[in-house]
Every structure is written in structure tokens, then in C-alpha cells.
């Protein structure tokens, strides 16, 4: 009907199917789930589509819709079964910061291996099983310390804000460095490297003179300035917790 409205597929139950002599073989969701990933870690988000996969499978694409019934369907499973990856305690240990550290470590590797995954994710609302069971941990880390629901959530969204923003800027530097052929040393040496030197020699901005002059971070690994970064935000909501009224 027209007006039908679409139902989550963490809603909607599996198809269950079985091969045999003479009939069609049967697939499942995380068949087609586990495709499309390999072909947008491979390709990129683009390049998924049900012809495509279903050429993979070796089969028909009107099949899969019985399977995954809409893209947007496709894009919930691609996402969870990613964020799958993120191996974690069965719990929080009661160091807020060492579990939080971990946590954002490995969201990390796993933007990193799937570099579609970070755009889509905070492209779309989405509440699939594992990605709950990431937040719940985040949210889980904060508890017991004398916060309420608002102050967890958004000490948890500001972390979430950090790790994906800090995964899209080396996501980006790497496409980059494909894309031109320079590892981001070559990059920032001879390409950037001229008209940085221009810009000092100018003295036009010399706050950012001091910051190409000065700083003590401009080499760090891209693993070592997350940690960084992820060490200030992490210093920022220790403060803003001690700040907090006492609360009964």
C-alpha cells in the first residue's frame, strides 16, 4: 500500500531458507551484509548495489530484496555488522578513562578497516544490536560517578563527536595519498612543503608561523595524535565533572 510505512529491519524476522537437489540455493542476510561490505571496502559505498552483489552471489538481484528489502536496510546491516568488529569487556571496569580509551581505540580500527563505515554512520540515524551494545558500553563507563542520564549521554556524544571527526581526517588524508600517489610526508614536503614556506616568509599570519615553527606534534604518528586528542577530550570531561554540583 502507499501509504505502508517501512519497518526496521531489526524488526523484520529472517528469511529462512534451505538448499537442495533442484532448487535455487538459499542465502541469508549476513550473505548479502558480509558482500556488501567486501565490495564497498574494496570499491567503496558506490559501488554497493543489489545487481552487484547479486552478480557476486551468483544470482538474480529481485532475489535478495526477499532478504534485504530496501538500500537504506542494506546500509543499518552494513553498519552494525562493522561495528560488530569492535571487541569489548562484557562490562565497564570502573575506570571510566581506561575504558574509554579502549573504546575509542577500537572504533578507530575499525573506521580504519572499513573506510565508508564512519561517513555512513553519522550520515544516517541507527540502532542496530551491536551498535547499541558499543553505546551501552560508553554509557555504561560514566555510571556510577554521580552523573545524571543528560550529563552521560553528552559527555558519551562528545567523545562520539571526537573519534568520528578524528577518523574522517585520516580516512581523508589516505584516500588523499591514493589519489595523488604522495605518502602524507611527500604531501606535506613537496607539495604543500613551497607554499608553506611562502605563507611564513609572508609573516601575514603568525600565529600559524608559530604552529609550523613550534610545535612539538607536527610528527607524531596518526595513532599517536589520536591518542593525543583523545587525551585532551578526555582531560576536558574530567574537568567538567569535577565542576558538577554534587547531586544526592
Not at 571496569?93 to 574509554?100: E, I, M, P, V
Not at 607536527?218 to 554534587?246: K, M, Y
Request: one cysteine or more; aromatic letters at 8%; proline letters at 6%.
Amino acid at each position: 500500500m502507499a501509504d505502508e510505512k517501512p519497518t526496521s529491519i531489526w524488526m523484520q524476522p529472517e528469511r529462512q531458507e534451505r538448499s537442495g537437489p533442484g532448487r535455487r540455493p538459499g542465502y541469508s542476510r549476513e550473505q548479502v551484509t558480509r558482500t556488501a561490505v567486501r565490495i564497498a571496502d574494496a570499491e567503496g559505498l558506490d559501488a554497493v548495489t543489489m545487481r552487484r552483489i547479486a552478480c557476486d552471489l551468483g544470482t538474480g538481484a529481485m532475489s535478495l530484496y526477499r532478504y534485504v528489502p530496501r538500500r537504506d536496510d542494506l546500509f543499518d546491516l552494513m553498519i552494525d555488522l562493522a561495528m560488530s568488529e569492535v571487541e569489548l569487556p562484557d562490562g565497564p571496569s570502573g575506570d571510566w578513562r581506561a575504558d574509554l580509551t579502549l573504546l575509542a581505540g577500537r572504533v578507530r580500527a575499525a573506521g580504519l578497516r572499513h573506510p565508508w563505515l564512519i561517513a555512513l554512520l553519522t550520515s544516517r540515524p541507527t540502532l542496530g544490536p551491536n551498535l547499541l551494545r558499543v553505546h551501552e558500553f560508553a554509557l555504561g563507563a560514566f555510571e556510577g560517578i554521580g552523573l545524571d542520564i543528560d550529563d552521560i549521554t553528552g559527555f558519551a556524544g562528545m567523545l562520539d563527536d571526537y573519534v568520528h571527526s578524528a577518523i574522517r581526517r585520516e580516512i581523508g588524508w589516505q584516500e588523499e595519498a591514493r589519489r595523488t600517489g604522495l605518502d602524507p610526508e611527500r604531501w606535506k614536503r613537496d607539495y604543500m612543503g613551497p607554499y608553506v614556506r611562502q605563507v611564513v616568509e609572508s609573516g601575514a599570519f603568525p600565529l600559524f608561523n608559530r604552529s609550523v615553527l613550534e610545535s612539538r606534534t607536527a610528527h607524531l604518528t596518526p595513532e599517536e595524535r589520536f591518542r593525543q586528542g583523545l587525551d585532551r577530550i578526555l582531560d576536558a570531561v574530567a574537568a567538567l565533572i569535577a565542576a558538577l554540583p554534587a547531586r544526592p
